[in-house]
């Protein structure tokens, strides 16, 4: 849920852009975090490596919140900015490198 | 135990208080700061020089109840929200309070409010007589209560009805 | 490869302060951040500072931010390089970092490391789900990105920052269910305890979180008392319904890049953890690498400006700067001095005793 009045932040108007998640499409504010996005989506669990994992630290200090993006595995999603037609997927475990092995 | 619960006993609110002559005569600033914490903003806001001068950071403030106007600068800067304005001399039966509020909505003008106590209970009712927010308070705005006499010494927020 | 005379990592408080006074007394310095923007962890602190004026005291650390940031940014002697991590800082001087995506080379005659500190994790079951997040992590959610992390939080951790993230999570409309903390006291400011009751928040102290509760995510946690040698009370568990679990348990700094210097670091649980030795003007062992904030020592975000600018002076002053630096240096100890005086700065004090310098 977006915070929509703040007794001491005032908002900023950001552009909404449309992304996928797991082949579902949501929307998300340009430029925020990708984890941000999702959560407010309602979307906690990021990972999975044998447990549910979603993200702890949001700074990028702990690698918690790795998925895919754009095909791109270990994305540190609490750090990247989200961009229009994003493609975001849940990764299992180390995931697995573009066009290699596992 | 005020370690424990982070909330200021009877006692210790008294010794705060300042002689009979002054809480007699009108306005005067009551610090509910118990802990030497690095922190002096009270006493260089103040125009009136009624916060005593620190000689270290950390000292517990002391108010000079003799020069306080009552102006309330010191309840929108402390960092702690731990000032506030009491003026007993109000009514026969209600005292004043300004207090810091940092949330929304702001209360209306003349609206009824629930009076909460240091834990947060509901202790009675208050009248809303002024709301100030202007922006040179930075968002700590002070309202201005009215609150039957028996329960000024406990009353330190007010809850709207939505909460 | 390019050049600078002062290298400062970290652009939060201690290195923007520490990027201030260097280039104040003419030194040219380069700031770098991971981040997108200079901040670091202020960017997210909306409650007001406490301190003296000299400190910012009674601004919000938000708007701390701004001023220095802008301060940062007019000074034609910084330049900023942001979304920058250092990778490596060789004994020649010589540090790389991958700015954006790109591999680069500085050299730089003296460094300051002010690269803060990371949120210390606590052993409990279930401890991994989602849902339960860092006190900082709430606050870049709630305060830089304006969204809720929930509904109902239980929050761990009586200290400043359990007791101010509280504050702010109900100023963004969310319940906190209870703060419990093992310690048989509040560790925070009591003005900031005081705070959060009057606005109900109960605050149990000698309680503990015994483990989460859900499958792929938080759905509620069973807490429990603790006696005077801080072991489990039988039949004091209690069941919350909660959708967060957040934790203030305490910073560690984050050394790794000054230990990759070989500066001698020393364990001290009080600075919160591993810290590095240091002389007065904050020079660690190693030559020319500085220290200052959260990294030195975990402490209040004021004393991390006043060490920051501390360091700043010294690494002018090394390469040649300023005329009576050293007075205005002074000064500046006198202040951190002060600040670190009275009752709360005890466990800093004993602390960088323990250090021996």
Same mark, same amino acid.
């Given at each position: 849920m977006r915070i929509k009045q703040h007794p001491v932040l005032t908002s900023i108007v950001k552009k909404e852009v449309e992304f996928t998640f797991e082949g579902k499409t949501y929307k998300g504010y340009e430029g925020e975090p990708i984890a941000a996005a999702l959560h407010v989506n309602g979307v906690r669990v990021l990972r999975h490596d044998h447990r549910p994992r979603g993200f702890f630290c949001a700074i990028g200090n702990c690698s918690s919140c790795l998925m895919e993006v754009d095909g791109e595995p270990n994305v540190r999603v609490c750090v990247e900015e989200l961009r229009e037609g994003m493609v975001i997927k849940m990764q299992e475990g180390k995931g697995k490198l573009k066009g290699g092995e596992a | 135990m005020f370690k424990k619960t982070g909330v200021a006993t009877k006692n210790m609110v008294e010794e705060k208080l300042p002689s009979k002559e002054i809480r007699e005569k009108g306005p005067y600033a009551i610090f509910e700061c118990f802990q030497e914490i690095p922190c002096n903003p009270c006493s260089t806001v103040c125009k009136s020089n009624a916060v005593k001068d620190f000689e270290n950071i950390n000292n517990i403030p002391e108010v000079d109840c003799e020069n306080c106007t009552g102006c309330a600068l010191c309840v929108s800067i402390c960092p702690g929200l731990a000032c506030f304005v009491i003026d007993e001399t109000y009514s026969d039966n209600e005292v004043l309070i300004k207090l810091p509020y940092e949330f929304l909505p702001l209360p209306e003008v003349n609206s009824i409010v629930d009076a909460l106590d240091r834990e947060g209970r509901v202790v009675g009712k208050a009248k809303v007589l002024k709301v100030q927010d202007n922006k040179k308070l930075d968002h700590t705005n002070i309202i201005t209560i009215s609150v039957p006499k028996e329960i000024f010494l406990d009353v330190r927020n007010i809850g709207l009805e939505e909460k | 490869m390019l050049h600078t005379e002062i290298a400062i990592i970290g652009g939060g408080p201690a290195g923007m302060c520490a990027a201030i006074a260097a280039a104040g007394q003419g030194a040219r310095v380069t700031l770098f951040d991971r981040g997108k923007k200079l901040g670091g962890q202020l960017v997210k602190q909306t409650h007001r500072f406490f301190g003296s004026e000299k400190e910012y005291a009674g601004i919000r650390g938000i708007d701390i931010a701004k001023i220095l940031c802008d301060e940062v940014e007019k000074n034609k002697l910084i330049d900023v390089k942001t979304d920058t991590t250092i990778l490596a800082?060789?004994?020649?001087?010589?540090?790389?970092?991958?700015?954006?995506?790109?591999?680069?080379?500085?050299?730089?005659?003296?460094?300051?490391?002010?690269?803060?500190?990371?949120?210390?994790?606590?052993?409990?079951?279930?401890?991994?789900?989602?849902?339960?997040? @860092?006190?900082?992590?709430?606050?870049?959610?709630?305060?830089?990105?304006?969204?809720?992390?929930?509904?109902?939080?239980?929050?761990?951790?009586?200290?400043?920052?359990?007791?101010?993230?509280?504050?702010?999570?109900?100023?963004?409309?969310?319940?906190v269910e209870a703060i419990i903390d093992a310690s048989p006291n509040i560790g925070g400011y009591l003005v900031h305890a005081s705070k959060v009751k009057r606005l109900g928040v109960p605050i149990l102290t000698s309680h503990t979180i015994k483990r989460a509760l859900g499958k792929e995510s938080?759905?509620?946690?069973?807490?429990?008392?603790?006696?005077?040698?801080?072991?489990?009370?039988?039949?004091?568990?209690?069941?919350?319904?909660?959708?967060?679990?957040?934790?203030?348990?305490?910073?560690?700094?984050?050394?790794?890049?000054?230990?990759?210097?070989?500066?001698?670091?020393?364990?001290?649980?009080?600075?919160?953890?591993?810290?590095?030795?240091?002389?007065?003007?904050?020079?660690?062992?190693?030559?020319?690498?500085?220290?200052?904030?959260?990294?030195?020592?975990?402490?209040?975000?004021?004393?991390?400006?006043?060490? @920051?600018?501390?360091?700043?002076?010294?690494?002018?002053?090394?390469?040649?700067?300023?005329?009576?630096?050293?007075?205005?240096?002074?000064?500046?100890?006198?202040?951190?001095?002060?600040?670190?005086?009275?009752?709360?700065?005890?466990?800093i004090r004993s602390g960088i005793q323990k250090l021996g310098c």
């Open positions: - | - | 800082i060789y004994n020649d001087g010589v540090i790389t970092y991958e700015e954006g995506k790109n591999y680069k080379r500085i050299t730089s005659e003296k460094t300051i490391i002010a690269t803060g500190a990371s949120e210390k994790m606590l052993l409990f079951e279930n401890n991994d789900l989602p849902g339960v997040y @860092g006190a900082g992590a709430v606050q870049t959610l709630m305060n830089e990105h304006g969204i809720v992390p929930g509904n109902k939080v239980l929050m761990i951790g009586a200290g400043n920052i359990g007791l101010i993230v509280s504050y702010q999570l109900m100023q963004a409309g969310v319940k938080v759905e509620g946690a069973v807490i429990c008392e603790l006696d005077e040698k801080w072991q489990p009370v039988s039949g004091t568990e209690k069941e919350l319904d909660v959708d967060v679990i957040c934790l203030a348990v305490g910073l560690s700094p984050q050394s790794e890049l000054l230990r990759h210097t070989g500066c001698e670091v020393k364990y001290v649980p009080g600075l919160g953890g591993y810290v590095p030795m240091r002389d007065g003007n904050l020079q660690t062992t190693v030559n020319g690498i500085y220290v200052a904030g959260d990294t030195a020592e975990v402490e209040e975000a004021s004393s991390a400006m006043v060490e @920051g600018t501390i360091a700043g002076l010294s690494a002018a002053e090394s390469l040649g700067y300023g005329k009576n630096i050293s007075e205005l240096k002074k000064s500046f100890i006198s202040d951190l001095d002060s600040l670190r005086s009275g009752a709360v700065g005890e466990k």
